[in-house]
């Protein structure tokens, strides 16, 4: 871990069909946030008539992602750790897919700071976008 890592939050994971809300700071994004909430609402990915297929390439499109760890790979949830190339910042991101819904559901949250200059909602659009590129 390095000097700017930060604590692995305890709250991280999937409790009721919801993930943990984002704090106050403008540092994290979520599909679970208030869709009026500008700073932290970010749209779920749409997982398609095929969710399993979706989520798989999902997870593969993540695993190729440098200075990424996964923490946890389940079924129907991911959870890898994001470093910052320069000083070792932490990102936590999940991903949980709802099958009611359709959705994958998305936060992505940097542990240490305020602000992210937008690293968070990037990340998730650059993956979504991959995820239309592959016709996933």
């Not at 009721?16 to 700073?39: E, M, W």
């Not at 593969?60 to 996964?70: A, G, K």
């Amino acid at each position: 871990m390095g000097l700017f890592s930060g604590k692995r939050p305890e709250s991280l994971g999937v409790s009721a069909g919801r993930l943990a809300p984002c704090k106050p700071s403008p540092n994290c994004v979520s599909s679970q946030a208030d869709r009026g909430d500008a700073t932290h609402y970010i749209a779920p990915i749409a997982a398609g008539g095929d969710p399993a297929r979706t989520f798989a390439e999902l997870k593969r499109i993540v695993r190729t992602t440098e200075r990424v760890d996964i923490v946890s790979d389940d079924r129907d949830y991911l959870y890898a750790e994001y470093r910052s190339r320069l000083f070792g910042f932490v990102d936590d991101v999940e991903f949980w897919v709802d099958p009611r819904a359709a959705v994958i559901h998305v936060r992505s949250a940097s542990r240490l700071g305020r602000g992210d200059l937008g690293v968070n909602r990037a990340r998730i659009e650059r993956i979504r976008a991959q995820l239309g590129a592959t016709g996933a």
